[in-house]
Nanobody
Framework: QVQLVESGGGLVQAGGSLRLSCAAS????????MGWYRQAPGKQREWVAT????????NYADSVKGRFTISRDNAKNTVYLQMNSLKPEDTAVYYC??????????WGQGTQVTVSS
């Protein structure tokens, strides 16, 4: 029943910025910790950032720390990922989901981010 729709991806040059959005069903965003994940071609899905439900505490992978910012808008039931100073190695399909992940976790279509040199 959980529905998560990612959007905001696109093609940008290195050093550029994008803001990704994750629109969720119900009260998922306000009631759960949320996370962003990404998967590059030929690589495993990796964790990018999380934000807690209670205090909106954010954590980031070392690879994006200082460049990406995760936030949420409970009224809009939406999670965002502001990506600045993008690098070619950030190229991937980006996904959002509830945290923690479980064996029953389902993934949406994600949104493609392509960073060119």
């Amino acid at each position: 029943q959980v529905q998560l729709v990612e959007s905001g991806g696109g093609l940008v040059q290195a050093g550029g910025s994008l803001r990704l959005s994750c629109a969720a069903s119900g009260s998922i965003v306000s009631s759960n910790a949320m996370g962003w994940y990404r998967q590059a071609p030929g690589k495993q899905r990796e964790w990018v950032a999380t934000i807690t439900s209670r205090y909106s505490i954010a954590n980031y992978a070392d690879s994006v720390k200082g460049r990406f910012t995760i936030s949420r808008d409970n009224a809009k039931n939406t999670v965002y990922l502001q990506m600045n100073s993008l690098k070619p190695e950030d190229t991937a399909v980006y996904y959002c989901n509830r945290v923690p992940l479980t064996m029953a976790t389902r993934w949406g279509q994600g949104t493609q981010v392509t960073v060119s040199s």
